[in-house]
């Protein structure tokens, strides 16, 4: 699917995507957590995912309102709808945010006070 790819979609196009999709087979209550639940699994499924962006597109077609689509939460989702630019994009700036949140989780676990090393 091309960079445009929730333009492209329409519910007509067929859903065979969803066959190659990394979370096809993944708990369910890993990829729709609880409001203000903890993402990074589900995030970390979709990272290597082939069909990231066909499923960015049906979730932002079809207005998801919850779980992790294509990599992104709800919010990201909210945002992605109001802000239009290409999915790989919207993609890769959801993967640098996590990256950067992640690392800032990984020192405060090392150091909890804050303290030099």
Known sequence: MTAHALRDWTPETPLDW?????CQWTDLDLMFPEQGGDVT???RV???CPVREECLAYALA???QFGVWGGLTAREMRTARHRPRPLADVI???DARHRRNQARI????KNPKGLAA
Do not use: G, H, I, V
Request: net charge neutral; hydrophobic share 50%; aromatic share 0%.
């Open 62 to 64: 079809n207005e998801e």
């Open 41 to 43: 699994a589900a995030k």
């Open 92 to 94: 890769a700036a959801s």
């Open 18 to 22: 969803q066959l190659l999709a990394a």
């Open 46 to 48: 979709c990272r290597p």
């Open 106 to 109: 990984d020192a405060m676990r």
